[in-house]
């Protein structure tokens, strides 16, 4: 029954272990001293009584002699180094000892439940240009190609595991006039190594997606094709659409609509919860208007003065892109092993503060449970205090308004 801790990555949390705890936390006064009952302690003896307190916990007999500085006299009247236990007597009431590490954990009347908690990894489908125009020089002697290939595998790296990565690109080699066939990767876990390894094989002038044909920007039927995507569709997650491009709309391709088609297309994403990532990288041919429409269609406008969505002009400002929208993505949401029949009895606390973080139904400051997904989502600052790693500790208890001990 000991007590696990939940460590906080960059902008992320790995699975971990916190104490569920099945008690009241009602407090009880005696001898003028308020005992929290049920909370846990380091032990102390109650105003008034005559019974050595020991550090490790609970009320003892006395020892003889005495105990020296830095130990305490345990239940069975021997001495013990502070902060230790030999028996659950030794623990103050809710915490029992853990006779493997010799240390109060919760326990005892607070009763003790270890569950597993999981971040919920967002969805993030990359729909990317592959026309002829990304061959086109972008700085340092590489094509705008190379570079996309390069920040895209980049960001896999560092967002691995963090994030459900999905690809597909256009113009594809299946249709040929300007529609697109199946999506190579749906966003699922664990496909980074795998469009690594196709993206780094179409850089290969022999490769079938090297961008060397059809030589069109059929925009309208890549965003088409994320919309027409299940895994977007997916209920227990966030999901995402980031859009790549470096030039405008081919005229000949008007399948799904052209840029009115596209613009309503993201914005029905939006409205469905999907939010479209827009950048714009390295080309002279864009078409700003339609690439801010865009962007404010899938409610994700940076407002950089007349430019909306995100404009990547080399291969340093396409990291940065890329970086900021991944991180974006990633969410405040964790999913607990077992649903709780009462949520008001749940307590969060960041860092072993013990005023808690505030349960918010208006889900603007604070956090909130969903017992359709068995989940807890952060919001505001606790939310970016999650993803900026400010926090390193957290505490998800159940019944008991205190934080586990360390």
């Known amino acids: 029954m000991r007590k696990n801790r939940l460590v906080v990555g960059t902008a992320l949390l790995s699975s971990a272990l916190v104490t569920a705890q099945a008690c009241g ?5 005696m001898f003028g001293a308020t005992v929290a009952s049920g909370a846990g302690g380091s032990g102390g003896a109650l105003a008034g009584s005559s019974s050595e307190a020991g550090v490790g916990g609970g009320l003892v007999v006395g020892c003889d002699p005495a105990c020296p500085d830095g ?9 013990l180094p502070n902060g230790t236990c030999a028996a659950d007597d030794d623990c103050d009431e809710g915490l029992t000892c853990d006779l493997d590490k010799k240390l109060c954990v919760p326990g005892g009347g607070c009763g003790s439940q270890e569950v597993t908690i999981e971040p919920i990894a967002p969805n993030l489908l990359v729909v990317l240009d592959r026309s002829c125009s990304m061959k086109q020089g972008v700085g340092g002697g590489k094509s705008r190609w190379q570079v996309a290939v390069g920040a895209l595998t980049a960001m896999m790296t560092t967002f691995n595991g963090k994030v459900r990565f999905g690809i597909t690109l256009f113009p594809d080699k299946v249709n040929l006039d300007c529609g697109q066939d199946a999506i190579p990767f749906p966003p699922a876990p664990g496909n980074e190594a795998a469009i690594a390894a ?3 094989n179409s850089k290969n002038l022999n490769d079938p997606l090297y961008p060397s044909g059809p030589c069109v920007t059929n925009i309208d039927t890549g965003v088409q094709q994320a919309q027409s995507e299940p895994a977007l569709k997916d209920p227990d997650r966030k999901s995402y659409v980031m859009l790549i491009t470096d030039g405008a709309q081919s005229s000949g391709c008007t399948l799904a609509g052209g840029d009115a088609g596209t613009t309503k297309i993201i914005g029905d994403l939006f409205a469905a919860g999907v939010k479209t990532f827009v950048v714009g990288f390295g080309g002279q041919g864009i078409d700003k208007a339609a690439m801010n429409g865009f962007a404010n269609a899938g409610g994700t406008p940076v407002n950089n003065g007349d430019v909306d969505y995100y404009d990547a002009a080399d291969a340093a400002s396409l990291d940065k892109a890329l970086n900021d929208i991944a991180n974006a993505t990633l969410g405040c949401s964790f999913k607990l092993d077992k649903p709780v029949d009462d949520a008001t009895k749940l307590y969060v606390f960041f860092d072993n503060d013990p005023k808690g973080v505030p349960q918010d139904a208006t889900k603007t400051e604070g956090w909130a449970y969903d017992p359709a997904t068995g989940s807890v989502t952060f919001f505001g600052s606790f939310c970016e ?5 400010t926090v390193k ?3 998800i208890v159940y019944g008991c308004n205190s934080p586990s001990p360390n």
């Open 71 to 79: 130990e305490f006299c345990s239940s069975s009247s021997t001495c």
């Open 393 to 395: 500790d957290v505490d």
């Open 198 to 200: 196709l993206l780094t």
């Open 25 to 29: 936390e009602a407090d009880t006064t």
């Open 385 to 389: 205090s999650l993803k900026t790693a």
